[in-house]
Nanobody, 123 residues
Protein backbone atom coordinates (compact mmCIF):
# COMPACT_ATOMS: atom_id res chain seq x y z
CA UNK A 1 0.00 0.00 0.00
CA UNK A 2 1.29 3.44 -0.95
CA UNK A 3 0.31 6.84 0.38
CA UNK A 4 1.43 10.08 -1.20
CA UNK A 5 1.47 13.35 0.68
CA UNK A 6 2.97 16.82 0.62
CA UNK A 7 1.00 18.46 -2.14
CA UNK A 8 -0.28 21.98 -1.63
CA UNK A 9 -0.68 25.39 -3.23
CA UNK A 10 2.61 27.11 -3.97
CA UNK A 11 3.71 30.12 -5.99
CA UNK A 12 5.67 29.75 -9.19
CA UNK A 13 9.37 29.43 -8.44
CA UNK A 14 8.70 27.77 -5.12
CA UNK A 15 9.52 24.30 -3.86
CA UNK A 16 7.68 21.32 -2.48
CA UNK A 17 8.69 17.90 -1.29
CA UNK A 18 6.30 15.05 -1.87
CA UNK A 19 6.52 11.85 0.15
CA UNK A 20 5.37 8.37 -0.72
CA UNK A 21 5.13 6.07 2.25
CA UNK A 22 4.83 2.35 1.65
CA UNK A 23 3.69 -0.44 3.90
CA UNK A 24 5.02 -3.94 3.66
CA UNK A 25 8.41 -5.51 4.03
CA UNK A 26 9.29 -5.71 0.33
CA UNK A 27 9.74 -1.97 -0.24
CA UNK A 28 13.44 -2.27 -1.02
CA UNK A 29 12.65 -4.67 -3.87
CA UNK A 30 10.36 -2.20 -5.65
CA UNK A 31 11.04 0.37 -8.32
CA UNK A 32 9.13 3.50 -7.32
CA UNK A 33 7.82 5.99 -9.82
CA UNK A 34 6.03 9.30 -9.69
CA UNK A 35 3.38 10.16 -12.23
CA UNK A 36 1.10 13.14 -12.58
CA UNK A 37 -2.27 13.73 -14.13
CA UNK A 38 -4.23 16.78 -15.12
CA UNK A 39 -8.00 16.47 -15.68
CA UNK A 40 -8.71 15.64 -19.31
CA UNK A 41 -5.15 14.56 -20.02
CA UNK A 42 -3.34 11.27 -19.85
CA UNK A 43 -1.25 10.34 -16.88
CA UNK A 44 2.36 11.37 -17.42
CA UNK A 45 5.62 9.95 -16.14
CA UNK A 46 7.60 12.27 -13.89
CA UNK A 47 10.45 10.33 -12.28
CA UNK A 48 11.48 6.92 -11.06
CA UNK A 49 14.14 5.34 -8.93
CA UNK A 50 15.14 1.71 -9.17
CA UNK A 51 14.87 -0.60 -6.19
CA UNK A 52 18.52 -0.21 -5.30
CA UNK A 53 18.52 3.50 -5.91
CA UNK A 54 21.20 3.06 -8.54
CA UNK A 55 19.14 4.26 -11.48
CA UNK A 56 17.00 7.34 -11.69
CA UNK A 57 15.10 8.71 -14.66
CA UNK A 58 13.22 11.94 -15.18
CA UNK A 59 10.81 13.33 -17.70
CA UNK A 60 12.46 16.00 -19.82
CA UNK A 61 10.04 18.58 -18.46
CA UNK A 62 11.31 18.19 -14.90
CA UNK A 63 15.01 17.43 -15.40
CA UNK A 64 17.19 19.73 -13.37
CA UNK A 65 14.27 20.82 -11.19
CA UNK A 66 12.98 17.62 -9.57
CA UNK A 67 14.93 15.06 -7.61
CA UNK A 68 13.71 11.63 -6.58
CA UNK A 69 15.25 9.84 -3.62
CA UNK A 70 14.38 6.97 -1.35
CA UNK A 71 14.95 5.92 2.21
CA UNK A 72 14.48 2.17 2.34
CA UNK A 73 14.83 2.15 6.12
CA UNK A 74 11.76 4.39 6.33
CA UNK A 75 9.94 2.76 3.39
CA UNK A 76 9.61 6.20 1.86
CA UNK A 77 10.34 7.80 -1.49
CA UNK A 78 10.59 11.56 -1.90
CA UNK A 79 10.15 13.89 -4.82
CA UNK A 80 11.85 17.22 -4.26
CA UNK A 81 10.38 19.75 -6.64
CA UNK A 82 12.15 23.07 -7.12
CA UNK A 83 11.55 26.01 -9.46
CA UNK A 84 7.94 25.00 -9.80
CA UNK A 85 5.97 26.23 -12.77
CA UNK A 86 2.21 26.57 -13.29
CA UNK A 87 2.41 23.70 -15.77
CA UNK A 88 3.52 21.43 -12.92
CA UNK A 89 0.02 21.69 -11.49
CA UNK A 90 -1.44 18.18 -11.31
CA UNK A 91 -2.37 15.32 -9.04
CA UNK A 92 0.83 13.46 -8.31
CA UNK A 93 0.74 9.70 -7.75
CA UNK A 94 3.45 7.38 -6.58
CA UNK A 95 3.51 3.83 -7.85
CA UNK A 96 5.52 0.68 -7.34
CA UNK A 97 6.72 -1.89 -9.85
CA UNK A 98 7.57 -5.28 -8.40
CA UNK A 99 9.25 -6.66 -11.53
CA UNK A 100 12.86 -6.69 -10.46
CA UNK A 101 14.57 -6.72 -13.85
CA UNK A 102 13.12 -3.55 -15.35
CA UNK A 103 12.85 0.18 -14.79
CA UNK A 104 9.81 1.31 -16.70
CA UNK A 105 8.42 4.76 -17.44
CA UNK A 106 5.06 3.29 -18.37
CA UNK A 107 2.38 3.47 -15.76
CA UNK A 108 0.90 0.27 -17.14
CA UNK A 109 3.89 -1.63 -15.73
CA UNK A 110 3.28 -0.52 -12.15
CA UNK A 111 1.43 -2.85 -9.80
CA UNK A 112 0.60 -0.61 -6.87
CA UNK A 113 -0.61 2.97 -6.77
CA UNK A 114 -1.08 5.59 -4.09
CA UNK A 115 -4.14 7.82 -3.92
CA UNK A 116 -2.47 10.97 -5.21
CA UNK A 117 -1.71 14.38 -3.79
CA UNK A 118 -2.69 17.69 -5.39
CA UNK A 119 0.03 20.14 -6.36
CA UNK A 120 -1.13 23.57 -7.48
CA UNK A 121 1.35 26.16 -8.71
CA UNK A 122 0.04 29.68 -9.03
CA UNK A 123 1.53 32.18 -11.45
Amino acid sequence: QLQASGGELVQAGGSLRLSCAASGRTFSSLTIGWFRQVPGKERAFVALQSRTGGNTYYADSVKGRFTISRDNARNTVYLQMNSLKPEDTAVYHCAADSTWWRTSMSGADYDYWGQGTQVTVSS
